[in-house]
């Protein structure tokens, strides 16, 4: 094949030689940046991780048993605020993003380093004032639905100002990225010669910049109703719950979308360099991302149709929710059609990609029952809708980003991973996943509620089933955390090119020196001209 | 089909039947989409696949195919809309009145499920209605947000404080169902649940007789309106029969359209009659003046609930 | 290092891109509020009718005269520094910052006002807004202030020129943004009627 640098053993080469706690915590590289990132949106996985387990455990009998209903509150509250703040949200964009978007496009960095440094201090400040907030721990939901959170004893406030930071954090990132792609990419990289992954994160981008003040005014008028006694949402006082609805949903209906497209970006890169074969229709896939983002704001209101919203507003926002499933499927169907006629080669990375691609296909069609006004009455604040949630939402964002780790450990830390500890990790994961979330859709259409710390004995064992289901999942990403853990220390010294990859990030070495490219490249042709056009040992 | 378990072929009330035809409708489309999609994911993999360390085969330079693309973004397009129609034409029969339906006030609060029927009568946590009669749960919180669900009827609706909000039922089969609190409302969510018993129709007048006889001198809602209404001062301005005093008549009411001062015309339903006692002048008809005051503090809602029931009568 | 296009007078494109996409992010903060302002402006009409005239006027339309004012000094000083007049953009700047000082304290003193007169951010929806947007908006106003009188120190170290006055162009359209807040903000709170 192509001449494979094997550099000498040790992980600190390239980016990674300097030591000492300052080379950290005032590095301006987005490299650095992103591996911290990296950590902490990780560690938030495991807590919130644990906190699942903790709660599936309570679900093993209908009845009070293990904790009381305000514990197993608490619980569901932080694993979801805990999960989609403070991991889901910023794992690919903050992480993966900022590591690969400067060597993707050709570029030494962001456009704004030391930018890219503060939003990484208020996300940390964020979480610091978040974790404060367990001293009195919220169990309102993670929607923080009002009047209750308005009344609540419980840390909302502190709670609320800390996820304010982290979500100052998400914006100024958002803008970094989207300033950097339109003004830093290398000669030659036009928009159309742009890896997928590139065009993902910047329809997320702009989803971040755009959407998340909404949330923070959420956050401050919720605030402003706690200490101030303003009654915006407070009917006593003339106002309007259903306001706090709106406001809350017009923010975190767009943030689902910001979870799923660098997924999807991810996805769009790792299928063509696994098949050799041109990724299928690049500019659907391009443009169906910029679709998703637009027209994901157009439809909050499908959180709402039993809310005691009018008919005429459902009817709406249930028939504009049916056209944003137009572009996901675009984008499904173009990497099967990737895959047709390719010489496949299923590694651990490949073998993720098409694991999102099987489990957002359900997590996607489930939607359409979701979205469907009568069919919604019945299953929506039921364990359907938990089971929806988890399969695009973790079956979907998180097996992506598991892909996006699998294929890029090697350029970030010079390492190979073991394959068969990662094969082993992978299959239990998705049996684990798989036996844990499909019985609550069965739940849902049942009739159970979600948020429930009792239930009805008849549903007793299908959550037995779930609660020994998130066991095996449990036991694979422990597997697969120690899988990463060795191969850090011990891991066979990876190439430049371990997968034989078209983008620019796999030119330069593993793991990259500071400044990314000795010399910056010049793009003639676009990332993905496998096949036919490829000469052997051309990486470029 | 939401309970596989439990399909019976007959549905409880009316329009559950609807729902699970929708239901099945979007499952069918849906399993026609995963077995292709996820059949061509798994048969390409496993088709094409190369084993370790093979060198990779010659590879067709496939970018795109115009036809297929325009297929595939065609066709589902109009399933989608398919969906969304039936979607919403039995959505519509969730939420159409029902003729003559008898009005059951239901409040919640944490975490307990109050009913009140028409004549007075009172219970907590069960609802008892007689077979193949039309029902309108006009509903409201003393709280936070709660949630009515009713999972044999496919029915659904939360309860908001400070305002009503409505669910039309017509059982079809006697039997014993449950109701949950479907919006999370705090440390006693999920033990707030209530029964619905559905009684065949003699039985269950046999059963309100009995009630009754345990409560003599009990008020109907509309009765104890009357007596509120009276009691109020509210003749002083309106008056029943027709007549135009410094406030505009009451007779006929409930469900007239109302010209407002600002141009604005409106249909007044239980809300708007809420609103008008709560805070007057929000709603001002034309050609009356804003000097109605308010009884916020006087009327709760219990009160204000039978005052709404009184007018109805003012036919 | 950058693929940046030759820089015309002022900021460089990417500056540019990063500020424009920050007052984006601040339009739709803003936003927010001005929405509940909508939504409850519709709902209760006569409220507002009311409640606005208990505002000071006078005092409104000086704090709106000191703030046009405060953006044309700010406007003046930017093109001063384009043509490379250190002393007029030292002097533009802390006229700015003296104007919108002279703002700050009109604020104060019709917060107290209202304070005196029991009217408070619980008192109504209507003064929960007016406190809200007017309290937000003095917030920026302050970070505002803030940026330039760092901007002051590095302008007297002479660290701008003609070559390089990206921070101050910056900050002027930061500042040209809070002075259009605060353009609507006027009319809808203290106009209304």
Same mark, same amino acid.
């Given at each position: ?118 939003? /990484? ?13 367990? /001293? ?73 910049? /755009? ?27 003339? +106002? ?126 489930? +939607? ?35 892909? +996006? ?41 049942? +009739? ?93 | ?15 559950? =039947? ?7 409708? $979007? ?122 669900? $009713? ?29 949950? *609190?479907?919006?999370? *409302?705090?440390? =006693? ?11 065949? @129709?003699?039985?269950? @007048? ?27 001062? *509210?003749? =002083? *301005? ?8 410094? =406030? ?42 804003? $000097? ?22 003012? @036919? | ?6 820089? &015309? ?5 990417? #500056? ?7 007052? #984006? ?35 409104? %339309?000086?704090? %709106? ?22 002393? #007029? ?27 005196? &007169? ?21 917030? &920026? ?13 590095? #302008? ?19 500042? &040209? ?17």
């Amino acid at each position: 094949m192509s001449e494979e640098k094997v550099p000498s053993p040790g992980l600190r080469r390239g980016y990674l030689k300097e030591k000492g706690f300052r080379s950290w915590a005032f590095t301006h590289d987005h490299k650095r940046i992103g591996i911290m990132y990296l950590i902490a949106t990780h560690l938030f996985f495991l807590i919130g991780g644990l906190l699942a387990v903790l709660l599936r455990l309570k679900l093993l009998t209908p009845g009070p048993a293990l904790m009381s209903s305000h514990a197993y509150n608490v619980l569901f509250t932080m694993h979801g605020a805990m999960m989609i703040f403070l991991f889901i949200i910023p794992a690919i964009p903050s992480s993966l993003g900022n590591f690969f978007i400067p060597l993707l496009i050709g570029a030494r960095d962001v456009a704004f380093p030391r930018l890219n440094l503060y939003s /990484l201090w208020l996300f940390l400040a964020g979480i610091v004032v978040t974790v404060a907030s367990l /001293l009195n721990p919220i169990d309102t939901g993670w929607t923080f639905y009002t009047p209750y959170s308005a009344k609540s004893a419980t840390a909302v406030t502190a709670l609320s100002l800390g996820l304010f930071l982290v979500g100052m954090s998400s914006i100024l990132t958002g803008l970094n990225f989207i300033v950097t792609i339109h003004t830093m990419r290398a000669h030659g990289m036009t928009w159309y010669r742009m890896p997928l992954f590139i065009w993902g994160m910047y329809a997320t981008s702009v989803i971040q910049v /755009l959407a998340t003040p909404v949330i923070g005014m959420t956050f401050i008028l919720l605030v402003a109703e706690r200490i101030f006694g303003v009654g915006f949402f407070d009917p006593a006082k003339g +106002g309007d719950p259903l306001l706090f609805q709106h406001f809350f949903w017009f923010y975190s209906h767009p943030v689902v979308y910001v979870m799923i497209l660098p997924a999807m970006g991810i996805i769009s890169e790792i299928i063509p360099t696994f098949s050799r074969k041109p990724i299928f229709g690049y500019k659907a896939i391009a443009y169906s991302a910029l679709a998703i983002a637009f027209i994901g704001f157009l439809v909050w209101g499908h959180h709402m149709f039993v809310s005691g919203m009018s008919t005429a507003a459902a009817v709406i926002f249930s028939f504009l929710t049916f056209f944003v499933a137009v572009p996901t499927g675009i984008k499904i169907f173009n990497w099967i059609a990737t895959l047709y006629r390719g010489s496949i080669s299923l590694d651990s990375p490949m073998i993720w990609a098409l694991t999102f691609i099987f489990l957002f296909i359900i997590g996607g069609l489930t +939607g359409l029952f979701l979205g469907a006004l009568a069919t919604d009455v019945h299953v929506t604040d039921t364990y359907f809708l938990v089971a929806h949630f988890h399969y695009t939402m973790m079956g979907g964002t998180v097996m992506g980003l598991f892909a +996006g780790l699998h294929y890029w450990f090697p350029k970030m830390t010079g390492r190979m991973l073991n394959e068969r500890w990662a094969f082993h990790a992978w299959w239990l994961i998705v049996a684990g996943f798989n036996v844990t979330f499909f019985p609550m859709f069965i739940l849902g259409m049942q +009739g159970m509620p979600r948020r429930y710390a009792e239930y009805p004995a008849k549903y007793q064992p299908l959550n037995i089933v779930a609660t020994v289901g998130s066991w095996v999942l449990a036991l694979g990403i422990l597997i697969m955390f120690v899988n990463f853990i060795r191969a850090l220390k011990s891991g066979p010294p990876a190439p430049d090119n371990p997968w034989h990859g078209l983008t620019l990030e796999w030119t330069v070495p593993s793991p990259p020196p500071v400044e990314n490219f000795e010399e910056i490249p010049t793009v003639t042709d676009w990332p993905y001209s496998y096949g036919e056009k490829e000469e052997p040992g051309n990486d470029e | 089909m939401p309970d596989p378990s439990a399909f019976s072929g007959a549905e409880a009330a009316l329009s559950s =039947g609807d729902v699970d035809a929708v239901f099945i409708f $979007i499952l069918a489309i849906c399993g026609f989409f995963f077995i292709l999609t996820q059949g061509l994911l798994i048969y390409f993999a496993l088709r094409y696949r190369r084993k370790k360390g093979e060198p990779p085969a010659a590879t067709p330079y496939i970018t795109g195919n115009a036809v297929l693309e325009g297929v595939w973004i065609v066709v589902p397009s109009l399933l989608l809309i398919a969906i969304f129609g039936y979607g919403f034409a039995v959505f519509v029969k969730l939420r159409t009145p029902l003729p003559g339906a008898a009005e059951v006030q239901v409040t919640a609060s944490q975490f307990v499920w109050n009913f009140q029927y028409p004549d007075g009568r009172r219970s907590v946590n069960e609802l008892r209605l007689p077979v193949g009669k039309p029902v309108k749960l006009i509903m409201t919180s003393t709280d936070v947000i709660h949630g009515l669900f $009713i999972p044999d009827y496919r029915q659904k609706m939360d309860l908001l404080p400070g305002r009503y909000t409505y669910l039309w039922l017509l059982p079809k089969r006697t039997g014993t169902f449950d109701i949950y *609190c479907s919006e999370y *409302c705090g440390t =006693g969510h999920s033990v707030m649940r209530a029964t619905l018993i559905v009684m065949p @129709q003699a039985e269950y @007048q046999a059963w309100v007789q009995g009630e009754r006889q345990k409560k003599p001198g009990m008020q109907s809602i509309a009765e104890k309106g009357k007596a509120l209404f009276e009691s109020s001062g *509210c003749p =002083g *301005c309106h008056s029943i029969d027709g007549t135009p005093k410094v =406030g505009p008549t009451l007779k006929g009411i409930f469900g007239r359209t109302v010209q407002l001062t600002d141009g604005r015309t409106i249909t007044a339903d239980e809300e708007y009659l809420r609103e008008s006692l709560e805070d007057p002048n929000e709603y001002v008809v034309k050609g009356f003046q804003p $000097i109605m005051p308010t009884f916020k503090a006087t009327l709760k809602d219990d009160d204000l609930a039978a005052v709404i029931a009184y007018m109805k009568t003012l @036919q | 290092m950058t693929s940046d296009h030759p820089k &015309h007078e002022g900021a460089p494109v990417s #500056a540019r891109l990063g500020i424009w996409a920050f007052l #984006a992010t601040e339009l739709l903060l803003f936003g927010g509020l001005f929405t509940v302002y909508a939504v409850y402006r519709v709902v209760y009409p006569d409220l507002f009718q009311q409640e606005h005239l208990k505002l000071n006027r006078l005092l409104g %339309t000086l704090n %709106t005269i000191l703030l046009l004012t405060s953006s044309l000094t700010m406007a003046v000083g930017i093109a001063a520094i384009r043509q490379g007049r250190q002393q #007029a953009l030292k002097i533009a700047l802390t006229l700015t910052l003296l104007l919108s000082a002279g703002f700050l304290g009109i604020k104060y003193l019709e917060w107290s006002e209202d304070f005196s &007169h029991g009217l408070y951010p619980e008192s109504n929806l209507f003064f929960g807004l007016y406190f809200m947007m007017t309290g937000l908006h003095g917030l &920026h106003v302050v970070l505002g202030m803030l940026v330039m009188g760092w901007l002051l120190v590095c #302008a007297r170290q002479g660290r701008f020129s003609a070559q390089y006055s990206t921070p101050v162009e910056v900050t002027g359209l930061y500042w &040209h943004f809070v002075d259009l807040v605060w353009i609507y903000l006027f009319p809808l709170l203290y106009l209304v009627g």
